[in-house]
């Protein structure tokens, strides 16, 4: 019985060691060219620096506004197509919506 079973252990592992190639994961990567997911054009959002009311002036009132969060206080202003980082008063980033 001993020698059925140490049998069919080989058998088994050899087995699996023969199909492992198939039983790999397959993933697709999308690849999305940068100058496509926005209008990257420097006039199109508030540069970095910028105080709140030239950005106010500039762009409008922003549609929601969150923060400020944390120390020193971070504060997003969300226009339609961007957001806008604050810390206090200044521009510290901003992110484009993808255009979809």
Do not use: C
Not at 2 to 31: H, I, N
Request: charged letters at 15%; proline letters at 8%.
């Amino acid at each position: 019985m001993r020698k059925q079973t140490t049998l069919f252990g080989a058998l088994a592992v050899t087995a699996t060691l023969a199909l492992f190639p198939m039983m790999s994961a397959v993933a697709e990567e999308v690849r999305v060219p940068v100058g496509t997911q926005a209008d990257r054009a420097e006039a199109s959002f508030p540069g970095s620096g910028m105080s709140q009311s030239s950005v106010r002036a500039s762009w409008g009132a922003p549609v929601e506004i969150e923060g400020p969060v944390g120390q020193p206080p971070i504060t997003q202003w969300h226009y339609q197509g961007f957001i806008v980082y604050f810390e206090g008063d200044r521009a510290i980033h901003t992110v484009l919506k993808p255009n979809r």
